[in-house]
Structures are given as C-alpha cells and as structure tokens.
C-alpha cells in the first residue's frame, strides 16, 4: 500500500514523505536471543568440593621438623663461631690496597 502512496505524494510535489527506513537498524540479521532461565547444560548438580591437602602422615612430620631442627642448628653454628671473631674489615673481599700516582696528572 505504500508503494502506491509514495509516488503519488510524490507527483504532488509535497516532500512530507516518510523516510525509507526506521530510525533504528539491526546490524545483524538474527535476531536477539533472550536469556535461558534453565542453568547451564555442562554445570548440573551442586559445585565440586574444594580441594584439599593430602592427609600426611605422622613420620613424614616427625622427619621433616628434624630436619629443620638440624638446619637450625648448622645455621646458628655458622652465625656464633668463637674462633673467627666477627669484623666489618673482614669482610671486604681484597687483602690489601695501594695508590699509585702517576706523572702527568695534577
């Protein structure tokens, strides 16, 4: 019906025509899907429990404080050592220093 319209409003002169198309436009040509109030078909049934540390047992706690015992102790053997007395000048990595002036400089 409008296709019989359009050109006689046209013939008239009058320019009050509609536009040829909408004020919105699909850029796609599918439609909109709405959401699915249904969950997802992968994730059914209630969420997977966390996960938790393997149950150790006693003598694997046992051995390894010993352990850490022994490098506590080698540690603090090495920091307290009463034949080397600690100085900040043994520290320094070369024995001896020396200046030698050259000629020519001022």
């Known amino acids: 019906m409008s296709s019989l319209i359009r050109p006689a409003l046209a013939a008239s002169g009058r320019r009050t025509v509609a536009p040829l198309r909408p004020a919105w436009r699909c850029l796609h040509n599918s439609s909109s899907r709405?959401?699915?109030?249904?969950?997802h078909p992968i994730a059914a049934g209630p969420p997977p429990q966390p996960p938790q540390?393997?149950?150790?047992?006693?003598?694997?706690?046992v051995?390894?404080?010993r352990q850490q015992a022994a490098l506590l102790a080698r540690q603090a053997q090495i920091k307290v050592?009463?034949?080397k007395p600690a100085s900040a000048l043994r520290k320094r990595f070369w024995k001896e220093a020396s200046v030698k002036e050259t000629p020519g400089t001022p």
């Open 81 to 83: 050592d009463p034949a």
């Open 53 to 61: 540390a393997p149950v150790t047992e006693t003598e694997d706690r």
């Open 63 to 65: 051995a390894r404080k």
């Open 34 to 39: 709405t959401a699915t109030p249904l969950p």
